[in-house]
């Protein structure tokens, strides 16, 4: 389709803004790397001049690089890499642009809100970066942010938290496409054991990435913290700098991070892994022009991966004091997990077996990333062990690991799909020769950066140090090896550019590529099929579908928040009795106007606004009442909680009253099949809300 066809909310273009900015902050991420690795290298030397002119005499005194500025490098470049880079270009670009036509759909199942989760991403991504230029400089509590050191951090984490947030929100929006879509759009007669690999791994990353609303909820708890006064997180008896911290009420838990965050945070590397995993099996098949070998097994894995791997979150917290018990439970669960991995390499691998293989571009990024995968997958065993993770927990060991799956791993499946699906999106072809010179010279600069690693890990290195360990005695033979793997890394930089040359070079030329090649369909026209009566086989429309799934993550988050409040009440040492502040009567009446909101109909459309609008005057009636009487959330955590669930609530009442005026206003002009699906999905959303209030009095009142 040519360019001035297409329009912002085509799955095609969103898929090249994703591509594009992903691109951009994958940029900005390695610069960062550079920067940071320069300091590892050589912690006793000042930083070039052009470049600690460029960071600014706060974070380079003299020419040396402060402490905290190095540790928001750390923290910012992990967050760029992951958030704002490999996923985006995973599902984001991989997933907008392929997924429909893989399927033989026209477009995403919601094409506005396709378009809106690519801003939300991109405001995300900008406000995250412009930290760096707020008094106090970027995040600097790694890319983690625990707390309480997080909680005591600068201004710039109040950005990084709001970028989380708004990332959540993106990575909503996008997931429920791609989950309608491939359920909802796909061909007739399409069936799911017949989907294409890569629609599969696609779909099993966009189910993950619904767990996301835990790390946004997480991230309110903290910005709750650090702007409120509340101790979520923050313990009681707290010392910093060897001085007791005042002015906070105490109890909180700071291990109620890390569950949080983990509970995402480990699915997340699987929604890293999976769409990478369905890029090579792309190559593969149609490289050597044989089909998966054991399609239905690696399906099942898939889905058996999908599930477990959201039950394993807290082997990454091993050194938190848990009980043997338990910990046993996760060391199981994490080498279970490791099964459908081997299911999956093992059958590409039996793909190629016989086969007569192709030695071009993609094919060899495909056929790198088998081993470099494997490589992460098998030093990860001993860190799911309580006995091994203890030792190498934290330390160089780690990173390499990571590593392993994510740059070497998942990004050369990125750029083998880049390579691969370039004729095919642009019509022009990549130069060969300098696509073996970007393949040969990544996969040598990025095994000398990452293979050293397990060494310092093994001899005990930390991976926080900001001076490679240049003040212990352990790390002295290891600095050395920090200066190898800096310019190993500037080497790889280098060797990026062979591959920004071919893209740009191969752009201008004015011979494209045979037609075959192309992606480009006839244009559809008409209305997204399923919207007005159910699809046959999957018995739902679009919209009762898209809702369904908002809601879905919408109990995520709010179930994420009574867990958190759950936890805090029973380590809690005192909590306060919700009789002696709140106004029973008032309670009644709330909960009897909910009651009304969820009979929406359309003659009853005007009585269910009404109904929630004097609820949220109502409720912002108590809430200001129990302000001036001094019950703030930094009283103690029972109000804290009470405020965050019912101030969350609110949000969501308020978002169901605008709901509501968007379909009463949108009734006069749609057909009454498809305004009778409007009007179902947002009962479905008021029911939701009524249940969740009900579920917050309940937990206060018992």
């Given at each position: 389709?040519?360019?001035?066809?297409?329009?912002?909310?085509?799955?095609?273009?969103?898929?090249?803004?994703?591509?594009?900015?992903?691109?951009?902050?994958?940029?900005?991420?390695?610069?960062?790397?550079?920067?940071?690795?320069?300091q590892l290298a050589w912690p006793a030397a000042p930083m070039p001049?052009?470049?600690?002119?460029?960071?600014?005499?706060?974070?380079?005194?003299?020419?040396?690089?402060?402490?905290?500025?190095?540790?928001?490098?750390?923290?910012?470049?992990?967050?760029?890499?992951?958030?704002?880079?490999?996923?985006?270009?995973?599902?984001?670009?991989?997933?907008?642009?392929?997924?429909?036509?893989?399927?033989?759909?026209?477009?995403?199942?919601?094409?506005?809100?396709?378009?809106?989760?690519?801003?939300?991403?991109?405001?995300?991504?900008?406000?995250?970066?412009?930290?760096f230029f707020v008094e106090g400089g970027a995040a600097d509590s790694g890319w983690t942010a625990y707390p309480p050191l997080a909680i005591?951090?600068?201004?710039?984490?109040?950005?990084?938290?709001?970028?989380?947030?708004?990332?959540?929100?993106?990575?909503?929006?996008?997931?429920?496409?791609?989950?309608?879509?491939?359920?909802?759009?796909?061909?007739?007669?399409?069936?799911?054991?017949?989907?294409?690999?890569?629609?599969?791994?696609?779909?099993?990353?966009?189910?993950?990435?619904?767990?996301?609303?835990?790390?946004?909820?997480?991230?309110?708890?903290?910005?709750?913290?650090?702007?409120?006064?509340?101790?979520?997180?923050?313990?009681?008896?707290?010392?910093?700098?060897?001085v007791p911290m005042t002015g906070v009420s105490g109890d909180g838990n700071a291990l109620l991070w890390q569950h949080l965050f983990w509970f995402l945070g480990h699915p997340e590397v699987y929604v890293l892994i999976l769409p990478a995993i369905g890029i090579v099996s792309e190559i593969i098949v149609r490289q050597t022009g044989r089909p998966l070998w054991g399609y239905r097994a690696m399906v099942w894995s898939l889905l058996f991966l999908g599930v477990i791997s959201t039950i394993v979150w807290a082997h990454h917290m091993f050194l938190t004091g848990m009980?043997?018990?338990?910990?046993?439970?996760?060391?199981?669960?994490?080498?279970?997990?490791?099964?459908?991995?081997?299911?999956?390499?093992?059958?590409?691998?039996?793909?190629?077996?016989?086969?007569?293989?192709?030695?071009?571009?993609?094919?060899?990024?495909?056929l790198a990333f088998l081993p470099m995968f494997g490589i992460g997958r098998l030093t990860g065993l001993p860190l799911g062990l309580a006995a091994s993770d203890?030792?190498?927990?934290?330390?160089?060991?780690?990173?390499?690991?990571?590593?392993?799956?994510?740059?070497?791993?998942t990004l050369f499946a990125i750029f083998g799909g880049i390579y691969y699906w370039f004729p095919k999106v642009t019509g022009r072809a990549l130069n060969h020769t300098l696509g073996m010179v970007h393949f040969w010279g990544s996969l040598a600069t990025m095994t000398a950066i990452f293979l050293p690693m397990f060494?310092?890990?093994?001899?005990?290195?930390?991976?926080?140090?900001?001076?490679?360990?240049?003040?212990?005695?352990?790390?002295?033979?290891?600095?050395?090896?920090?200066?190898h793997m800096t310019w190993a890394a500037v080497a790889l930089g280098m060797f990026q550019l062979p591959f920004l040359v071919n893209i740009v070079w191969s752009l201008r030329r004015d011979t494209p590529v045979d037609d075959a090649y192309r992606f480009d369909r006839p244009r559809v026209t008409g209305p997204v099929p399923w919207t007005d009566e159910p699809r046959p086989d999957s018995r739902t429309t679009n919209v009762r579908l898209g809702m369904w799934l908002f809601l879905?993550?919408?109990?995520?988050?709010?179930?994420?928040?009574?867990?958190?409040?759950?936890?805090?009440?029973t380590g809690a040492a005192t909590w306060a009795d919700p009789g002696d502040w709140l106004p029973a009567p008032a309670l009644?009446?709330?909960?009897?106007?909910?009651?009304?909101?969820?009979?929406?109909?359309?003659?009853?459309?005007?009585?269910?606004?009404?109904?929630?609008?004097m609820f949220l005057v109502m409720k912002g009636l108590e809430l200001s009442r129990m302000l001036d009487a001094g019950l703030h959330p930094a009283v103690n955590l029972t109000i804290a909680c009470w405020f965050v669930l019912t101030g969350a609530h609110w949000l969501h009442v308020a978002g169901g009253v605008c709901a509501n005026v968007w379909v009463a206003r949108s009734a006069t002009r749609l057909g009454a099949a498809h305004v009778a699906e409007r009007f179902h999905a947002v009962r479905l959303y008021w029911m939701f809300v009524d249940v969740v209030w009900v579920a917050i009095l309940v937990s206060f009142l018992i």
């Open positions: 389709m040519p360019i001035a066809e297409m329009h912002l909310t085509d799955h095609k273009t969103v898929g090249l803004q994703y591509f594009a900015t992903a691109i951009a902050f994958l940029l900005v991420g390695f610069l960062l790397m550079l920067v940071l690795r320069w001049g052009i470049v600690a002119a460029l960071v600014g005499g706060a974070n380079a005194p003299g020419g040396y690089m402060a402490p905290e500025f190095y540790n928001q490098l750390v923290a910012m470049h992990g967050t760029i890499m992951i958030f704002l880079a490999v996923v985006p270009l995973l599902t984001g670009a991989f997933g907008n642009y392929l997924v429909p036509l893989q399927i033989g759909a026209r477009d995403m199942a919601y094409p506005r809100l396709n378009a809106t989760s690519y801003w939300t991403y991109l405001v995300a991504g900008v406000v995250m970066v412009a930290s005591l951090a600068t201004r710039g984490q109040d950005f990084w938290l709001v970028g989380i947030f708004l990332l959540g929100v993106s990575a909503m929006l996008n997931s429920i496409n791609v989950i309608a879509t491939v359920i909802q759009l796909r061909a007739p007669g399409l069936r799911f054991m017949q989907l294409p690999f890569f629609v599969w791994t696609q779909l099993i990353a966009a189910l993950l990435l619904l767990a996301f609303p835990s790390l946004q909820a997480a991230g309110l708890l903290q910005l709750m913290d650090r702007l409120a006064g509340t101790s979520f997180f923050l313990p009681s008896g707290l010392v910093v700098n060897g009980g043997t018990t338990l910990g046993a439970f996760f060391q199981v669960t994490t080498m279970i997990v490791s099964i459908p991995s081997v299911v999956l390499v093992t059958s590409l691998m039996l793909s190629l077996w016989g086969s007569s293989i192709q030695f071009t571009t993609p094919m060899l990024f495909a203890v030792i190498l927990h934290d330390t160089w060991y780690v990173v390499g690991h990571f590593h392993f799956l994510v740059a070497p791993g060494t310092l890990g093994l001899r005990g290195v930390n991976r926080r140090l900001y001076d490679a360990g240049m003040s212990y005695a352990h790390a002295q033979g290891t600095l050395g090896v920090q200066e879905s993550s919408e109990a995520m988050f709010f179930g994420s928040l009574f867990s958190a409040c759950v936890l805090l009440r009644v009446v709330m909960t009897a106007l909910l009651l009304v909101t969820s009979g929406v109909t359309r003659r009853l459309i005007w009585v269910s606004t009404g109904a929630g609008v």
